[in-house]
């Protein structure tokens, strides 16, 4: 693994580990330069490769961390450790991978994300949703809350 500070080759692991339910290990590493840094890797199993379609028609590959930082943006200030979320950016991959496709659309991706903040935490599903289907009205947002807790608002 080269060291992301100085682009030396040779790196150790110090400690390996099983993370996320089991399905990464998780290294910690050093450089063996004169700066001796420290750094983490993950290493996952990938089943294939995963081109996603974007509303424009426009192919790009599909990309973990991005959707990390989805989640990660929507559940900001929300009670929800890092774990967690990381187990449910593992779980939004597998579901995609487990597809069979090797090209997905943008939206059903978006859908994914949606379905896992409704059920881990509905002010960040609001959120989410408010910037994925692009609310113009504050009325929208109304409407979402109807559908989550069922009740009419005001």
């Known amino acids: 693994m080269i060291c992301p500070f100085c682009r030396e080759k040779d790196t150790s692991v110090v400690d390996s580990r099983p993370c996320e339910d089991g399905s ?7 450089c063996t330069c004169n700066g001796g840094q420290r750094f983490t890797t993950f290493e996952r199993v990938q089943f294939r490769e ?3 379609i974007k509303k424009n028609g426009r192919r ?3 990309d973990r961390e991005k959707l990390a930082k989805s989640l990660f943006t929507a559940l900001k200030k929300r009670p ?6 990381e187990r449910h950016v593992t779980k939004i991959s597998r579901e995609l991978e487990e597809m069979g496709q090797s090209e997905i659309q943008s939206n059903v991706i978006g859908k994914k994300v949606m379905e896992n ?5 509905k002010i960040a599903y609001v959120r989410f949703a ?5 609310f113009r009205e504050v009325e929208e947002f109304g ?3 109807e559908k989550l807790d069922g009740k009419p608002q005001k």
């Open 24 to 30: 990464a290990i998780r290294r910690r590493r050093y």
């Open 50 to 52: 995963l081109s996603v």
């Open 60 to 62: 790009v590959p599909f």
């Open 80 to 85: 929800i450790d890092s774990n967690t979320i």
């Open 117 to 121: 903040l409704k059920e881990l935490d």
């Open 130 to 134: 408010s910037v994925y289907t692009n």
């Open 143 to 145: 409407e979402y809350i």
